[in-house]
């Protein structure tokens, strides 16, 4: 199986937004690609991170 790891280092620490501007819209993306099995996010202070299975 092949994992793809994206990372995000922003300058935002409000998780709340950055769920909202970056991590909702990034999974709503990646959904759509083929043969994607699973997305694994993290959301913290100033990064957001995306495991795609």
């Given amino acids: ?3 793809v790891s ?3 280092l922003v300058s935002e620490n409000d998780v709340e937004l950055l769920n909202e501007t ?3 819209p990034l ?3 990646l959904q759509k690609l083929e043969r994607v099995e699973a ?3 993290t959301t913290s202070h100033g990064s ?3 495991e795609v299975h």
């Fill in 1 to 3: 199986m092949l994992v």
């Fill in 6 to 8: 994206i990372q995000y």
């Fill in 22 to 24: 970056v991590t909702t």
């Fill in 27 to 29: 999974e709503r993306v």
């Fill in 39 to 41: 997305i694994n996010t």
């Fill in 48 to 50: 957001v991170e995306a």
